[in-house]
């Protein structure tokens, strides 16, 4: 089955910088990829996704680039604020798949 | 909309008891699954059901059943309770599969 490894698994940064969680994959046929957060307590809820027929999405201050060849995708957080702080996960599936296979949570942590 | 509910939101059992978890979406999604956190683990993918009246493992579904009673619910049921299945249950549903998740709040299950 597919493999999915997400690092760092703690990250703190100052408000207002940039964060970047990485995730790697292992089955070359999966082609879709979301991000969940959440928040302590909380159930987890979807912030941004990308398909394998493209390289980057982006959503306000929220973004995420896939590398097919390289078997990785990345999460990008500028401007981070407070309210950024929680858990974040990655992701992947075949495109029609219902078998999600997810990392392992980064826990983000933004200092005002 | 209630969107994805679970109950119960807790329970206790004692090792070798048995319980149902019970999860209902009012989104008429076509699939639904069942995941357990268990920290550093992240979501792990326990039985799913890709359209009322079929259902497949997971990556972990030792101990467990389910039954997709409709295309509304999807139950969750260990047999004989044992320590290792200590967990925060999530019930989720999607309009099919390789699309966005809806998660329900959870059960925090403790097996003494």
């Known amino acids: 089955g597919e493999n999915v490894e997400q690092h760092p698994s703690t990250l703190s940064v100052q408000e207002g910088d940039s964060a970047v969680i990485k995730c790697t994959y292992s089955?070359?046929?999966?082609?879709?990829f979301p991000w969940y957060k959440q928040e302590l307590g909380k159930r987890p809820q979807l912030i941004i996704d990308?398909?394998?027929?493209?390289g980057e999405k982006k959503d306000q201050r929220i973004a995420v680039t896939l590398n097919k060849t390289a078997k990785h995708f990345s999460l990008h957080i500028t401007e981070t604020q407070p309210e950024d702080s929680a858990v974040y996960f990655c992701?992947?599936?075949?495109?029609?798949?219902?078998?999600?296979?997810f990392g392992t949570g980064t826990s983000l942590t933004v200092i005002p | 909309n209630a969107g994805v509910t679970q109950t119960p939101k807790f329970q206790v059992l004692k090792t070798g008891q048995s319980m149902t978890l019970q999860c209902a979406q009012d989104?008429?999604?076509?699939?639904m699954y069942w995941y357990r956190q268990d920290p550093g683990m992240g979501l792990r993918l326990i039985y799913y059901?890709?359209?009322?009246?079929?259902?497949d493992k997971g990556e972990v579904p030792n101990g467990y059943n389910v039954s997709r009673l409709n295309k509304r619910e999807f139950s969750l049921r260990l047999e004989s309770a044992a320590p290792s299945q200590t967990s925060v249950y999530f019930c989720?549903?999607?309009?099919?599969?390789?699309?966005?998740?809806?998660f329900g709040p959870g059960t925090r299950l403790t097996v003494l």
């Open positions: 990308i398909r394998s027929n493209v």
């Open positions: 089955d070359s046929a999966s082609n879709y």
């Open positions: 989720a549903s999607s309009e099919d599969g390789g699309r966005e998740q809806f």
């Open positions: 059901s890709a359209s009322e009246g079929t259902t």
């Open positions: 992701a992947a599936t075949l495109g029609t798949g219902n078998q999600f296979y």
């Open positions: 989104m008429n999604h076509n699939s």
